[in-house]
């Protein structure tokens, strides 16, 4: 599986963006995807994840409420929309595919994923 993060940018404070990650391969409905993200200076994070089907849907406490993991099978394509952005969210954001096994039970670590995007960079001003 490729994957290809797009929909970055530069944007004011409580603004939304929405970011698009789209996989090749027709396997992609069979993943759980997640996003990640990685501020200078500091450690990738775990932002959000969605299950294979889209039924279940997990997120990071600092991100509950302002951004929606959604993803489309047909488009192979998963989306991040981000609302209210705050100037601490800006960063690298990633897309990630693991395959079906352990996911569930540790779907916000990064071993537990298989295949990564390049970044797409997200930048907040206050």
């Known amino acids: 599986v490729q994957l290809q993060a797009s929909g970055g940018g530069l944007v004011q404070a409580g603004a939304s963006l929405r970011l698009s990650c789209a996989a090749s391969g027709r396997t992609f409905s069979s993943y759980a995807m997640g996003w990640f993200r990685q501020a200078p200076g500091k450690e990738r994070e775990f932002v959000a994840a969605?299950?294979?089907?889209?039924?279940?849907?997990y997120y990071a406490d600092f991100v509950k409420g302002r951004f929606t993991i959604s993803r489309d099978n047909a488009k192979n394509t998963v989306y991040l929309e981000m609302n209210s952005l705050k100037p601490e969210d800006t960063a690298a954001y990633y897309c990630?595919?693991?395959?079906?096994?352990?996911?569930?039970?540790?779907?916000?670590?990064?071993?537990?994923?298989?295949?990564w995007g390049q970044g797409t960079l997200v930048t907040v001003s206050s």
């Open positions: 969605i299950s294979w089907s889209g039924r279940n849907t």
């Open positions: 990630a595919a693991a395959s079906p096994g352990t996911w569930y039970r540790n779907y916000d670590a990064e071993e537990e994923y298989d295949y």
